[in-house]
């Protein structure tokens, strides 16, 4: 435990389990029945704000399959009044899927965090996309490396996320999903909703 820090008592109560990455074969082996579901534009849901930091030229960051976005404002409904989900990307453009490995690339995948109602982002005990060795295990969601604050505010957006039906990338505090793959193998659904998509 890094100084200055204190282990939750929820996160004691939590039992540790495997970690199953997105490149598990076990998730590839999953079975699509693409729905059809359309893309819904985020940034004309006046529930939600939207960051531009990963903004691309053709808008994509900001897409979810309509399921997702429903979900996300019934979330954005069980926070605390004064707080806000803010979106930093949906949809990845095909032209960044081969820089990054692709969780994004079906619609159903989310990367957030909350922030206030004028947009100052909450600690949440790292920067969204942080990545070893400068955040080291600090952005696995149940890490007690981060402050009492932080693991106070990873649980309102856990709380609002699972409670309407979205899985977390146990390593990636901020990453979300529903309808996808790693959904599926989460929750035990017999296939994934979504396949890949474009805009």
């Known amino acids: 435990m890094m100084p200055g820090t204190v282990r939750s008592r929820f996160l004691e109560r939590v039992p540790v389990t495997e970690i199953v990455l997105l490149s598990d074969p076990r998730i590839a082996r999953i079975r699509v029945e693409e729905c059809g ?5 985020l940034r ?3 529930a939600l704000r ?3 930091r990963l903004a691309d030229e053709r808008g994509a960051y900001a897409h979810v399959r309509l399921s997702v976005a429903d979900r996300l404002v019934a979330a954005q409904t069980r926070l605390p009044q004064g707080l806000r989900l ?28 909350l922030c206030t109602q004028s947009g100052a982002e909450l600690p949440m ?7 070893p060795p400068e955040a ?15 693991t ?3 649980r309102l957006l856990i709380t609002a996320m699972t409670a309407t039906g979205f899985v977390n990338y146990p390593t ?6 529903y309808g996808d793959r790693y959904w599926a193998f989460t929750t035990g659904a017999p296939y994934a909703r979504y396949g890949m998509c474009e805009l």
């Open 37 to 41: 579901e359309p893309l819904v534009d």
């Open 44 to 46: 004309a849901v006046d």
């Open 50 to 52: 939207v960051d531009p």
């Open 86 to 113: 803010l979106v930093v990307e949906g949809l990845r453009p095909r032209d960044l899927r081969e820089r990054y490995f692709a969780p994004h690339v079906s619609g159903g995948a989310v990367d957030l965090t």
């Open 125 to 131: 005990g790292t920067e969204v996309n942080a990545t």
């Open 136 to 150: 080291d295990e600090a952005c696995h969601t149940a890490s007690t490396a981060i402050s009492t604050q932080d």
């Open 152 to 154: 106070a505010n990873r």
């Open 172 to 177: 990636k505090w901020w990453h979300w999903s």
